[in-house]
């Protein structure tokens, strides 16, 4: 081997070294491969960092209704799912696998007043997310979401991020556990969540109004008739039904 070959070698051994480049180079006169490293790249220096909404308490409460020792379960299972694939959930220090389908925790019974008629359930289990997150219990299901909704809205000032949470319950008074409370008027249910995102303390909260499973009636004294074209349109739409008018 020539002095000069000898000379180029150890140069781009020593440039190798102290990292500075990173690229292949190749000589096909004497087959040496020599990698060496580019001055951008930091071995263990690229983080990620993320922004977590950590739920502190999270509670439902139950009121105006018949409580029951009996009847009221101790504790309702709580489920976290995660809306898309990039979301990570966190359960007492435990973070689950992005292929995970969700996390199950429990809402222990933590109040029971039958002179206020009201019962509380509880969670005090540290549950951290990354992003948007459905979650249901036996009585609701609702979202978390980190984005614009109607539900109770609350701004993150820092990062210029809302965060939103919207409930629905399918439950109807006089079934279930609520089953003792067919003729009471304003059963609700109210879902509190204290967290926290970044640093800056988030409380959401919404109330829902239980529905009675009534039969619908016809207002006395309404009269209501039907042309024949419009006889004829419910026909193509879908089953016949006619409204006979009612006469006082």
Same mark, same amino acid.
């Given at each position: 081997?020539?002095?000069?070959?000898?000379?180029?070698?150890?140069?781009?051994?020593?440039?190798?070294?102290?990292?500075?480049?990173?690229?292949?180079?190749?000589?096909?006169?004497?087959?040496?491969?020599?990698?060496?490293?580019?001055?951008?790249?930091?071995?263990?220096?690229?983080?990620?960092?993320?922004?977590?909404?950590?739920?502190?308490?999270?509670?439902?409460?139950?009121?105006? /209704?018949?409580?029951?020792?009996?009847?009221?379960?101790?504790?309702?299972?709580?489920?976290?799912?995660?809306?898309?694939?990039?979301?990570?959930?966190?359960?007492?220090?435990?973070?689950?696998?992005?292929?995970?389908?969700?996390?199950?925790?429990?809402?222990?019974?933590?109040?029971?007043?039958?002179?206020?008629?009201?019962?509380?359930?509880?969670?005090?289990?540290?549950?951290?997310?990354?992003?948007?997150?459905?979650?249901?219990?036996?009585?609701?299901?609702?979202?978390?979401?980190? /984005?614009?909704?109607?539900?109770?809205?609350?701004?993150?000032?820092?990062?210029?991020?809302?965060?939103?949470?919207? /409930?629905?319950?399918?439950?109807?008074?006089?079934?279930?556990?609520?089953?003792?409370?067919?003729?009471?008027?304003?059963?609700?249910?109210?879902?509190?969540?204290?967290?926290?995102?970044?640093?800056?303390?988030?409380?959401?909260?919404?109330?829902?109004?239980?529905?009675?499973?009534?039969?619908?009636?016809?207002?006395?004294?309404?009269?209501?008739?039907?042309?024949?074209?419009?006889?004829?349109?419910?026909?193509?739409?879908?089953?016949?039904?006619?409204?006979?008018?009612?006469?006082?």
């Amino acid at each position: 081997m020539a002095a000069n070959e000898e000379e180029v070698l150890i140069s781009l051994r020593e440039m190798g070294a102290s990292d500075e480049e990173l690229h292949e180079n190749r000589s096909a006169e004497n087959g040496h491969h020599v990698v060496t490293r580019h001055p951008s790249y930091q071995p263990g220096s690229v983080k990620v960092s993320l922004q977590w909404l950590d739920l502190i308490v999270f509670y439902v409460r139950v009121s105006k /209704c018949v409580v029951d020792d009996d009847s009221t379960p101790e504790h309702l299972t709580l489920n976290h799912i995660p809306l898309n694939r990039d979301t990570l959930l966190e359960v007492n220090c435990v973070r689950t696998s992005i292929y995970s389908d969700g996390v199950s925790t429990l809402l222990k019974r933590d109040r029971l007043d039958k002179q206020s008629k009201e019962f509380t359930f509880v969670s005090t289990n540290s549950i951290r997310v990354t992003g948007s997150v459905k979650f249901n219990v036996l009585v609701l299901t609702g979202r978390l979401e980190l /984005c614009h909704s109607n539900g109770s809205l609350v701004e993150h000032k820092q990062h210029g991020q809302i965060w939103s949470m919207s /409930c629905e319950s399918d439950i109807v008074v006089g079934t279930g556990f609520l089953k003792g409370n067919q003729n009471v008027c304003a059963t609700a249910i109210e879902v509190y969540v204290a967290s926290s995102f970044s640093g800056t303390p988030i409380v959401l909260t919404q109330t829902l109004q239980l529905s009675h499973h009534r039969r619908k009636q016809a207002r006395k004294g309404m009269l209501e008739a039907i042309p024949e074209y419009e006889m004829a349109l419910s026909q193509k739409e879908g089953p016949f039904t006619l409204t006979m008018p009612f006469f006082s």
